[in-house]
């Protein structure tokens, strides 16, 4: 296979720049282009929105013809312009902070949700990495992706006569995706080769445009590989756990060496889950080789610029390996570094009292790896801090779980590539056409809108949504559904005027998606109700080993035979990213139900947000930062994590609540009118949704805060982790661990005054130097307060004592036994206790 067999046929000499407008993916969310494309081929730009199959679709007779049609050069050259434009004009990096970030980010996932046209995602990771992607080119933030091109992708669905889930993997044709293969400067494709158990593994090299970021992708189908080999990449997620570990050393260690062999490096490394977590070993070898250093210096010097973004919310989500698959697929490339399998344990292993699983022997925990190679964590919303923090407690034992460094940021969506082109027309007029590009000015509020024009944005996507559904239901052969009416399994039924319900997400059980089937015979009333109908339209796809998530599609789809619920309960099949922005621009109300407090962020909701659609949720994840009562519906408002944490019985309430919040208040609101004619406090909910949540709720601000509060700050640091500083706070702490076992407290003592203690304790510090350590005080929250930390001045070295000194703090009054001091590090060149968990706590 040749490098040519990758570019179109004839491209005529007038339309020369076609090829590189097509393989700039901005085209999947500026909808400017869409009119070049369906100009060349209408018929297969409707089908797959791929603009680079059009132009590898048609024939070179063709594009003769239009390089001579006057119409389309005029539409071609305005494309040309608006491209140039786009790369030429600056951006809100370069504008407040060009060049802070030096040589970039280096970012890696396993999943990229980019469009339909590259499917490379199977769900929320993924399409939160490709908005990612997105909103970092739109800011200009130099950002380098780095993940895996598969030859299957995740599955396509079908769905039986019967209810029955039916999975098909068809081939991913790279000629045929948005891609091409990278090159170097000798125009030899670019190849990376890693080393595995008797043989060596051929890795090609993949780059697909994203505006002005790119997608590197790896796949290991290379003909001079052995068949095993090939199938490396062949499936997304493999559920072979041998097969799973290849993949993560391709991705990690093999992204890495890419990077390398481009000559790219990252000032950061941004890791999108603990499968990538080879990539930060791979980067701590490769400096540890260019400097001459040891490992833990290594180490140091560079975990101080990764960054290990976590969106797991059970512990059985990390990936465990067992030793001895890791021995034997590791060991050929350890030992090109000298590296040992017992460092490699030392690191990620979770056996004894790190073990996150009951049971668990000595392997090799990927989010355990990744917390040591890392310098900063965070989880995707304020709830799931607190849920990865409980997650990791076991690896910082002698810490409370408030106190392990997990920070948030929530994610957010990329508004451009979700917005209908009646919303894109309202924004625009509030607010600019560059609206999205740069942080949202506060002068754009949607005061000014008239209601008569929210309404009419409502109904024309509505009537869309109803057209399309139509349109999808004929393709999934309507007319052999096991009902009663075929008219109405074709979607004859659904109604442009009346409320519809939407629920699309992966099927499974803590998702509940059966929340609404509790009561079949309420729920049929709804459907029925003549004054105030509602209908719902449903997709989703369960994983192929999950027979629990199968059952609930077959739940849902025997329901909507039902005569009853017959043409206003529909499923839309094989769910993906076009099916995705079909429903979420034309639903009127989003239904999220997720168990507590497993909802890691939940960002499908975010997505009706610049539509105007309004959010019936959880309270858990984005919408327990994001609900009030102006802005949509919440179950179980208030719900904190350790109330929720502690149960899992609240189905039949949650149903109740489900089920009182779309009698008494959604249905009804809907179908209010006012003097106008209007449904006034519905329209006013749009507003407040729109202009409340919109911008907060974006990749534009999840991106910003991502480069502001973490990528920023973290070079700084790492820019003093140079080799002779990384070396000398090695060989400090390695002095202070020899030392800490040694301290001790030799007196602890309480004086009260009024409503005031004052604590004094003098401890034994054994040689560590005062500055690197704090005394606190810590009282833990209970009816006498919240919880405190107090921070214990040093008054004096303690006479006759070499290394004993003195503290002080004065604190509120509360019970005898209620504060504990305790010893800690302190060192502001070190995230503490991330980079070291040393602590004693006086018993």
Same mark, same amino acid.
């Given at each position: ?123 929320? +990771? ?39 889930? +039916? ?53 290991? !189908?290379?003909?001079? !590989? ?54 930060? +070993?791979?980067?701590?070898? =490769? ?79 990927m989010a355990l790896l990744a917390l040591n190679?890392c310098g900063r964590i965070n989880g995707v ?66 005061? =000014? ?46 109604? !442009? ?12 059980? &803590? ?7 509790? =009561? ?5 009333? +709804?459907?029925?109700?003549? =004054? ?165 709720y974006s990749a534009n601000r999840m991106v910003?805060? &991502? ?137």
């Amino acid at each position: 296979m040749t490098i040519a067999a990758y570019n179109p046929r004839h491209i005529p000499e007038g339309l020369t720049e076609l090829s590189s407008l097509a393989l700039d993916l901005r085209w999947s969310w500026h909808h400017g282009s869409d009119s070049l494309w369906r100009a060349i081929d209408e018929e297969t730009w409707k089908a797959t929105h791929n603009a680079w199959l059009v132009l590898n679709s048609v024939s070179g007779e063709w594009l003769d013809t239009l390089s001579n049609d006057e119409t389309f050069l005029a539409l071609y050259q305005r494309q040309v312009e608006a491209h140039r434009q786009f790369e030429r004009t600056s951006t809100w990096y370069s504008d407040e902070y060009q060049g802070r970030l030096d040589k970039g980010v280096a970012f890696f996932c396993m999943e990229y949700g980019l469009s339909e046209s590259l499917p490379l995602y199977s769900g929320g +990771l993924g399409v939160l990495a490709g908005d990612y992607l997105k909103a970092a080119s739109d800011l200009g933030v130099p950002v380098t992706a780095v993940g895996l091109l598969y030859q299957q992708g995740y599955f396509r669905q079908s769905v039986t006569a019967e209810g029955q889930q +039916l999975e098909f993997y068809p081939y991913n044709d790279p000629s045929m995706l948005p891609l091409t293969p990278l090159t170097n400067d000798d125009e030899q494709w670019v190849r990376v080769i890693i080393p595995f158990p008797g043989r060596q593994v051929r890795l090609r090299a993949w780059k697909a445009r994203v505006g002005h970021c790119d997608l590197l992708l790896l796949d290991s !189908n290379d003909p001079r !590989n052995e068949p095993g080999d090939r199938g490396i990449t062949s499936e997304l997620y493999s559920s072979n756990s041998e097969k799973r570990l290849q993949q993560e050393i391709v991705l990690g260690i093999g992204g890495w060496k890419l990077l390398r062999q481009l000559e790219i490096t990252p000032s950061i490394c941004h890791i999108n889950e603990g499968h990538c977590a080879f990539a930060l +070993l791979e980067r701590a070898l =490769d400096w540890q080789n260019e400097h001459a250093t040891d490992f833990e210096t290594a180490r140091l010097a560079t975990r101080a610029t990764n960054l290990f973004t976590t969106h797991t919310s059970v512990a059985a989500g990390f990936d465990h390996f067992p030793p001895g698959l890791i021995r034997l697929y590791l060991t050929p490339w350890m030992n090109e570094y000298g590296f040992t399998m017992d460092q490699l344990m030392g690191l990620g292993s979770s056996s004894g009292e790190h073990s996150l699983r009951a049971g668990d022997e000595a392997s090799i925990n990927m989010a355990l790896l990744a917390l040591n190679m890392c310098g900063r964590i965070n989880g995707v919303s304020n709830m799931h801090r607190k849920v990865t923090q409980t997650l990791l407690q076991p690896f910082f034992p002698r810490w409370p779980a408030c106190d392990i460094p997990v920070e948030s940021v929530t994610n957010g969506i990329h508004t451009p590539s979700w917005d209908s082109l009646e919303s894109d027309a309202l924004w625009t007029k509030a607010c600019g056409q560059e609206r999205w590009r740069r942080p949202l000015p506060s002068s754009c509020p949607l005061s =000014d809108i008239p209601d008569s024009d929210l309404l009419s944005m409502r109904q024309a996507q509505r009537r869309r949504l109803v057209h399309y559904l139509r349109q999808r239901l004929a393709s999934q052969h309507c007319e052999h559904t096991p009902g009663n009416n075929p008219d109405a399994a074709c979607g004859l039924l659904l109604d !442009n005027e009346t409320l519809t319900l939407g629920f699309a997400r992966r099927f499974t059980e &803590y998702k509940r998606p059966d929340l609404l089937l509790s =009561d079949p015979d309420r729920l049929l009333a +709804l459907l029925n109700n003549r =004054d105030h109908p509602l209908q719902i339209v449903l997709a989703g796809k369960a994983h192929p080993k999950d027979e629990c998530g199968k059952d609930l599609i077959r739940r849902w789809k025997a329901f909507s035979w039902l005569p009853g619920a017959e043409g206003k309960v529909v499923f839309i099949e094989d769910y993906d990213l076009g099916v995705a922005a079909q429903l979420i621009q034309g639903v009127d109300v989003w239904l999220n139900c997720p168990r507590h407090p497993w909802e890691a962020c939940g960002t499908s909701g975010m997505k009706v947000l610049v539509n105007g659609g309004l959010n019936l949720s959880q309270y858990d994840g984005w919408w327990a930062e994001a609900w009030n009562d102006s802005v949509g519906w919440a179950i179980r408002p208030g719900a904190t994590f350790e109330e929720l944490s502690t149960s899992n019985s609240h189905d039949h309430s949650d149903a109740l609540e489900l089920y009182e919040l779309l009698e008494k208040e959604i249905i009804p609101e809907f179908y209010q009118l006012d003097a106008n004619g209007h449904p006034g406090r519905w329209i006013e909910r749009i507003r407040s949704s729109m202009n409340g949540l919109t911008a907060t709720y974006s990749a534009n601000r999840m991106v910003r805060e &991502y480069v502001e509060s973490f990528y920023l700050p973290m070079v700084e640091l790492g820019n003093r982790r140079n080799p002779t500083s990384a070396r000398d706070m090695v060989e400090t702490y390695r002095d202070v661990s020899q030392m800490w076992r040694r301290l001790r407290f030799t007196s602890v003592e309480a004086r009260q005054s009024n409503d005031e203690q004052t604590f004094f304790v003098d401890v034994y510090l054994d040689g560590i130097p005062e500055q690197l350590v704090a005394v606190e005080l810590v009282a833990e929250a209970s009816e006498f307060g919240p919880r405190e930390t107090h921070m214990m001045t040093m008054n004096h070295p303690q006479v006759g004592s070499e290394h004993g000194y003195s503290y002080e703090c004065s604190v509120p009054a509360r019970p005898e036994g209620h504060y504990t001091p305790r010893i800690r590090l302190r060192d502001e060149r070190l995230n503490l206790p991330l980079e070291n968990t040393a602590v004693l706590w006086r018993n």
